[in-house]
């Protein structure tokens, strides 16, 4: 049973690493297109993937942070 919750939690990881890439992937896409516009003033265009960025990251840590707690809570019980 403990390799059935080790390999979920890895696959987790991984689909958290997966989705972080392509929002960097997609930021840079976003940030590239914003400056060659031309549109002014361009530190408010850059500032709303900016602002999704920092959201995106968040998200991805406290998802993170949320799995490997409930591991250790499971591991408690088992051992209790």
């Not at 602002?51 to 209790?80: F, P, T, W």
């Amino acid at each position: 049973m403990a390799t059935g919750r080790v390999w979920r939690s890895r696959s987790l990881e991984l689909a958290l690493f997966v989705l972080g890439l392509v929002s960097l992937i997609l930021l840079g896409t976003v940030v590239t297109l914003t400056i060659d516009s031309g549109n002014e003033p361009l530190w408010a265009l850059l500032l709303f993937p900016a602002l999704g960025v920092v959201y995106v990251v968040i998200g991805l840590l406290g998802l993170r942070g949320r799995v490997h707690e409930q591991g250790r809570n499971a591991r408690r019980l088992a051992s209790s």
